[in-house]
């Protein structure tokens, strides 16, 4: 809660270069991405309204270097995911940020690009109808995104295609601007002319590209407040993801229809589900699928999971 980020061994140990103190505030998530070179990238998302990025030294010892990268936000990062550009193929910051319903694309460089946003609500009259407030691309298809909210008093599941703006070297907003004539009309439908009406036509357009991309928007049944903390983690073969629960239950949810096919109980009765992990473990002859779950009942559930 110092927003200090420490690189630890395995037993605890902070290594002696692997400390870093950028955030001045709580950091709310940590992510990290390994290129096919092996390289690594480290993001802290911060209550300062920050994201941080980091190219450590893997060398041994491991070291935390100075940031490679700072993007400022104008409100709290909610979310952050690492996501691979389909056509620079370079690493993409995927965010989303509280009061907006928006999830947003950044460069990874020295000075990060907003490369675009795609809204998660581009029919809602709202001014802000919920907060994405867990980001998780599915395992087998990474531009296929789960999106848990934080609507109230259930959280929402979308499962959404994520939508890459074009890589290139100028920002949207200045692309916009430069093709704004300083007077148009209304009526004025010459090329090359921004007009009113033709601004209409294209939102509209970009609306309708965003709706089309969510596949899935169902209630969990999943009970939260509004000082809840979503998570959502995916089913190993991208078949579903699991939920928590402000009610000490985890919700699987078939990612193909949006219904509610399990139900684990074994937390205690109205204790918050905190944290969820899925994976598979594979020995010599053996492969298991599991889930972890945490909760605020001070429990660590490890749940094998079967295949029907």
């Not at 200045?174 to 009406?197: F, M």
């Amino acid at each position: 809660m110092s927003g200090q980020l420490h690189l630890s061994r395995i037993t605890g140990e902070t290594l002696e270069d692997g400390k870093r103190h950028d955030h001045n505030k709580y950091i709310v998530k940590t992510i990290v991405h390994y290129d096919d070179q092996g390289n690594a990238l480290i993001a802290t998302a911060g209550w300062d309204g920050k994201v941080v990025i980091y190219k450590p030294n893997l060398s041994m010892p491991p070291r935390l270097e100075e940031p490679f990268a700072t993007i400022a936000l104008p409100t709290k990062p909610e979310s952050i995911v690492f996501l691979q550009h389909p056509d620079s193929r370079q690493p993409v910051l995927l965010l989303s940020r509280t009061d907006s319903t928006c999830i947003y694309y950044y460069s990874i460089e020295a000075q990060p690009r907003l490369l675009g946003q795609q809204n998660l609500a581009p029919h809602s009259n709202a001014w802000v109808a919920f907060t994405p407030s867990s980001i998780e691309p599915c395992p087998t298809d990474p531009t296929l995104i789960a999106v848990g909210t934080s609507s109230i008093p259930h959280m929402k599941l979308m499962i959404v295609r994520a939508l890459f703006p074009p890589w290139n070297e100028t920002r949207p907003a200045e692309a916009a601007a430069a093709q704004v004539p300083s007077r148009t009309s209304l009526l004025d439908e010459s090329p090359g002319t921004l007009t009113q009406a033709s601004q209409a036509r294209a939102a509209l357009a970009v609306a309708e590209r965003e709706a089309a991309a969510i596949q899935i928007y169902c209630s969990t049944l999943a009970p939260q407040t509004a000082y809840s903390t979503p998570a959502v983690t995916w089913r190993p073969d991208g078949s579903g993801v699991w939920v928590n629960g402000d009610d000490g239950v985890v919700r699987g949810i078939e990612a193909i229809s949006g219904k509610i096919i399990a139900t684990l109980r074994g937390h205690e009765p109205g204790s918050k589900v905190r944290c969820l992990w899925s994976g598979v473990i594979e020995a010599e002859d053996s492969r298991e699928e599991y889930l972890v779950s945490g909760g605020f009942d001070q429990q660590l559930i490890v749940w094998t999971i079967g295949q029907s």
